[in-house]
C-alpha cells in the first residue's frame, strides 16, 4: 500500500510521518511526531527531491515505487544531508542503480563520510547559480550554507514557481493526512511548533537565514516545499515575514517571558507576584518552571516576547542548574534585542544575580535592567514596594511591536 498526494499535476509527496519519534535530533520533543517530506517530479526525466529517515524507510520506498509506476528513478537531488532526509540513501541506488545524485561539493563530501566514497562517483556536482532541466522543469541552485548545516542549498523551479527549501520553514509535526498549510489551521495549531522548530534548529544563525531570504526575495515563490511541515500553496508572504522576524531576532509581541528555577517555592512565589503587578499594569506575561519546561519551548517563547524574567535560587554558590542550562542554550542559539530583568534567591551568599548577569552579558543588544529583587531564603513583607518598582521598570520599557 502506499501514501501520497499530488503537490501538482506532476509533482507528487511521497514522504513518511514518525510519530514514535520521542526526540528530534536527541534532544527536542516531538509529541504531535514529525514529517519527513520527499517529492517526486514526473517530467521527461525523474527526479526524486531527498529521502527519508531509515526508520520509516519502508513505507517511502513502497510510495516511491508506486508513484514511479514501473519508470525507472533518473535524479536524486539532495539538499540536505543530515540523516533524517538522506538515511535512505544508499538503499535507494541499490534499487535504482541508474540514478545519478545531484549535490554540491560540500554534500559529496559528506556522502563519503556517510556511505562511502562509490556513491559520490554517481555525483553530479553543481553550484551556486547553476541550472539544470528534467524536460519541462527547470531548477536553479542556490547555496544556504549554515541554514543549518553548512552543505545546505536550495532549488528553484521557475517552470511551477516551487521552491525546494531544505530544512527552512519546517515543522515539527505529523502531518495527519493534510499536506497544504491552507488545510489546518495554521496559526492556531501550528504556528507555535513552528517557532519551536526554528528558534532551536535555525535560530543561532540569523545572518545565514537572512542570506537565504534575500535570495528567494526576487523569485516568483507560488509554492513551497520544505523538508519538515506543511507545503505552502497560499500566503506564504505571512510565513516569510515570520522567518523575517525570527532570524533579525524581532520580538513578535510586546510582552514578558518569566522563566524561574525554584527549590522549595519561594522564588516561584516572587516570579509568580511580579507576573501579577505585570499583568496589573496591562502587560501580557508567560511563566516556565525551568525544571519542568523543556529548554527548547523556552528557547521558543523568549523569540517570542519583547522582555525576559529570569528568577533563580543561588545553588552550589552558582546559577541553578537548569536556569543555567537555559541562559546557555539561549547564549547557544543567539539570541539578541531583548530586554532582561533578574532576580535571585540565596540563603547565605545570592550569588545566582551576579552569575547570570555576567552570561546575558555575553550575548548582543541585551537591555538589562540595573534593578535586580534579592530573596534571602524568601519574600519579606517590606519587599512588596520592591516587586512594585521591578514591575514599574519593566513596564516602562515595554512598547508596541
Not at 534532544?27 to 519527513?36: A, E, K, N, Q
Not at 529570569?310 to 542550562?325: L, R
Not at 539561549?330 to 540563603?347: C, D, K
Not at 519574600?379 to 520599557?397: C, F, H, R, S, Y
Request: aromatic content about 10%; some cysteine; charged content about 20%.
Amino acid at each position: 500500500m502506499h501514501c501520497t498526494r499530488k503537490v501538482t499535476d506532476d509533482l507528487v509527496w511521497v514522504g513518511t510521518n514518525d510519530r514514535r519519534l520521542a526526540m528530534f535530533e536527541g534532544i527536542y520533543s516531538v509529541p504531535d511526531g514529525v514529517s519527513y517530506n520527499a517529492y517526486l517530479l514526473l517530467d521527461e526525466k525523474t527526479v526524486l527531491f531527498d529521502t527519508v529517515d531509515q526508520v520509516t524507510g519502508p513505507i517511502f520506498f513502497e510510495n516511491l515505487a508506486h508513484t514511479l509506476g514501473g519508470r525507472t528513478l533518473d535524479f536524486l537531488m539532495v539538499h540536505h544531508m543530515e540523516p533524517d532526509h538522506s538515511a535512505c540513501l544508499a538503499e535507494l541506488v541499490l534499487r535504482y542503480p541508474q540514478v545519478t545524485i545531484i549535490c554540491n561539493a560540500k554534500t559529496s563530501a559528506m556522502i563519503g563520510q556517510f556511505f562511502g566514497t562509490e556513491l559520490q562517483a554517481r555525483c553530479r556536482l553543481v553550484k551556486e547559480g547553476e541550472s539544470f532541466s528534467s524536460g519541462k522543469h527547470h531548477f536553479t541552485f542556490m547555496m544556504a550554507p549554515m541554514v543549518h548545516w553548512p552543505e545546505v542549498m536550495v532549488s528553484y523551479d521557475s517552470t511551477d514557481g516551487i521552491l525546494f527549501s531544505a530544512d527552512a520553514f519546517g515543522v515539527f509535526g505529523a502531518l495527519n493526512g493534510a499536506l497544504f498549510a491552507d488545510e489546518v489551521d495554521f496559526e492556531r495549531d501550528y504556528l507555535s511548533e513552528a517557532r519551536r522548530y526554528y528558534a532551536n534548529i535555525c535560530g543561532k544563525y540569523g545572518p545565514q537565514v537572512q542570506a537565504l531570504l534575500r535570495k528567494i526575495g526576487a523569485l516568483d515563490v507560488r509554492l513551497l516545499c520544505p523538508l519538515h511541515g506543511f507545503v505552502w500553496r497560499e500566503n506564504i508572504g505571512y510565513y516569510v515575514e515570520k522567518y523575517r522576524r525570527w532570524s533579525t531576532y524581532t520580538p513578535e509581541a510586546a510582552g514578558v517571558m518569566i522563566a524561574y528555577a525554584s527549590v522549595y517555592g519561594h522564588t516561584e512565589n516572587a516570579a509568580e507576584i511580579l507576573a501579577c503587578r505585570l499583568r496589573e499594569r496591562g502587560i501580557a506575561t508567560q511563566m516556565f518552571d525551568v525544571s519542568v519546561k523543556a529548554a527548547s519551548d523556552i528557547v521558543a517563547a523568549a523569540f517570542y516576547h519583547s522582555h525576559l524574567v529570569f528568577a533563580s535560587t543561588t545553588y552550589n554558590a552558582g546559577i541553578f542548574v537548569s536556569m543555567e542550562e537555559v541562559l546557555r542554550d539561549l547564549a547557544a542559539h543567539n539570541l539578541q534585542n531583548r530586554t532582561v530583568a533578574l532576580i535571585e534567591n540565596g540563603s547565605w551568599v545570592p550569588m545566582a544575580g551576579k552569575l547570570m548577569r555576567e552570561l546575558l552579558g555575553g550575548m548582543k543588544n541585551i537591555t538589562l535592567l540595573d534593578r535586580t529583587l534579592t530573596l534571602l531564603s524568601a519574600l519579606k513583607d517590606g519587599q512588596a514596594e520592591e516587586l512594585e518598582q521591578l514591575a514599574d521598570a519593566i513596564a516602562q520599557t515595554v512598547h508596541p511591536v
